[in-house]
T-cell receptor, first 115, second 111 residues
Framework: ETGVTQTPRHLVMGMTNKKSLKCEQH?????MYWYKQSAKKPLELMFV???????ENNSVPSRFSPECPNSSHLFLHLHTLQPEDSALYLC??????????????FGPGTRLLVL | GQQVMQIPQYQHVQEGEDFTTYCNSS?????IQWYKQRPGGHPVFLIQ???SGEVKKQKRLTFQFGEAKKNSSLHITATQTTDVGTYFC???????????WGLGTSLAVNP
């Protein structure tokens, strides 16, 4: 499946580093999402963008900063992370909230380890 | 707040046995979706149920949506090792049509 791609696939960073995760969707969708998946925890929705506008921000710490320059690209900028931020970060896209076509298509994820 | 409970959290079966996972919502849902995540992989969409009492089948998988549109189930007949993974339900709820995820059921199949 190449509809939604994410880079890098793996990332190890120190707590003082700054890094960015990238997501790109080739499905012509209008909405993009960032999820955090930790072991033995449910999928946590972090951010939702619809038509490049942030429509949802679920109390995510400011050390995570999303950016959506257009409907095909989504970034997650990371700075001064904590070890508990280590997780699988999944990007997804859909036709868009409220369209009746909220089926989400996920990228392969970035596995992040914060040391 | 709106919640979707999913049980069981884990299930270990012998190959050939049946398996069922259940989702229960605290509120009426517009639709419910099911996803499968293989170990080391990402969630992949399986199916969407929209109508009250709807039943859909995909080969050995049977999906049901309750009459009240608050619960759903996924039943796998005669499990195979390829069925291993975590099965998530996600319900669409509220006027804001927010997708609410269940915790997932992890299925292990002994060959």
């Amino acid at each position: 499946e190449t509809g939604v791609t994410q880079t890098p696939r793996h990332l190890v960073m120190g707590m003082t580093n700054k890094k960015s995760l990238k997501c790109e969707q080739h499905l012509g969708h209008n909405a993009m999402y960032w999820y955090k998946q930790s072991a033995k925890k449910p999928l946590e929705l972090m951010f939702v963008y619809s038509l490049e506008e942030r429509v949802e921000n679920n109390s995510v710490p400011s050390r995570f900063s999303p950016e959506c320059p257009n409907s095909s690209h989504l970034f997650l900028h990371l700075h001064t992370l904590q070890p508990e931020d280590s997780a699988l970060y999944l990007c997804a896209s859909s036709q868009g909230p409220g369209t009746g076509k909220e089926t989400q298509y996920f990228g392969p994820g970035t596995r992040l380890l914060v040391l | 707040g709106q919640q979707v409970m999913q049980i069981p959290q884990y299930q270990h079966v012998q190959e050939g046995e049946d398996f069922t996972t259940y989702c229960n919502s605290s509120t009426t849902l517009s639709n419910i979706q099911w996803y499968k995540q293989r170990p080391g992989g990402h969630p992949v969409f399986l199916i969407q149920l929209v109508k009250s009492g709807e039943v859909k089948k995909q080969k050995r998988l049977t999906f049901q949506f309750g009459e009240a549109k608050k619960n759903s189930s996924l039943h796998i007949t005669a499990t195979q090792t390829t069925d291993v993974g975590t099965y998530f339900c996600a319900g669409l709820a509220g006027n804001n049509r927010k997708l609410i995820w269940g915790l997932g059921t992890s299925l292990a199949v002994n060959p």
